[in-house]
């Protein structure tokens, strides 16, 4: 492996999003983002990282995995995810993820859904945003990355507001979503002043915030076919902790 990756951090925590979490996850963060969603609370990643082999990368999962190695020497593997940034603005994302999975990991792909899914190895899981109107880039969405999901994928809807959870409603009506595979609503967490990053776009005009409580008491009033979260991480160390 003489590929190179810009990674940004590689850390052991827990999983805090998707049907995954709770679970011991391996996150792989790669460096560099070609949306400016104006929640985004990884600006950090938009720049900052090293040049590291492939080799390196697969050495340090294996590292951090060490430790759920049974008595008897058998791996009973954590989770490993790549995110960002968006992973897949870099080519070399995908021989790592195959490297991976030949490892026997369960290997996870957050995704913003702006980029190709289709050449990711099929035994990853793809977690692929569909922007809403408040992260001011909902016309980044690639529609054309549907057809491709399967049901060991998951579709999130990060919604901060009113016009979000209706958009989102219609989105999953119009394709059929419910049908494919999980899909995970998770409300947009305040960002704290210094996480304010000046490239992030504004939030649209005409958009009314919701709270909460009001996005779940929404789900459950429409009888919608979604899983609610929250970022369980957030919860466990402060909200800005990188490497968490």
Not at 59 to 66: H, N, P, T
Not at 188 to 212: C, E, F, I, M, N
Request: hydrophobic letters at 40%; aromatic letters at 6%.
């Amino acid at each position: 492996m003489a590929e190179t990756l810009v990674v940004n951090e590689i850390y052991l925590s827990l999983q805090g999003e998707s049907t995954f979490a709770g679970l011991p996850c391996i996150f792989v963060r790669l460096t560099a983002c070609n949306l400016r969603c104006s929640y985004c609370d990884t600006a950090y990643a938009f720049t900052e990282g090293d040049k590291m082999p492939l080799a390196d990368a697969l050495a340090k999962v294996r590292e951090l995995a060490l430790p759920f190695a049974s008595a008897k020497g058998a791996q009973r593997l954590p989770l490993v995810e790549l995110t960002g940034g968006e992973p897949l603005l870099q080519p070399n994302a995908l021989p790592l993820m195959n490297a991976l999975c030949d490892d026997g990991f369960t290997v996870l792909i957050e995704t913003s859904g702006a980029h190709d899914i289709s050449k990711i190895d099929p035994r990853v899981r793809r977690i692929m945003d569909l922007k809403c109107p408040s992260s001011g880039e909902v016309a980044r969405n690639r529609y054309e990355n549907i057809p491709h999901l399967k049901a060991t994928d998951e579709v999130k809807f990060v919604i901060g507001t009113h016009e979000d959870y209706d958009w989102a409603k219609s989105q999953i009506a119009q394709h059929n979503l419910a049908a494919i595979c999980p899909l995970l609503f998770s409300w947009v967490a305040p960002l704290a002043a210094h996480q304010q990053d000046k490239s992030l776009k504004p939030v649209p005009a005409g958009q009314h915030p919701l709270t909460r409580k009001e996005l779940v008491e929404r789900i459950v009033a429409d009888a919608l076919p979604v899983r609610f979260q929250i970022q369980m991480h957030k919860i466990i160390w402060p909200p800005d902790q990188r490497g968490v």
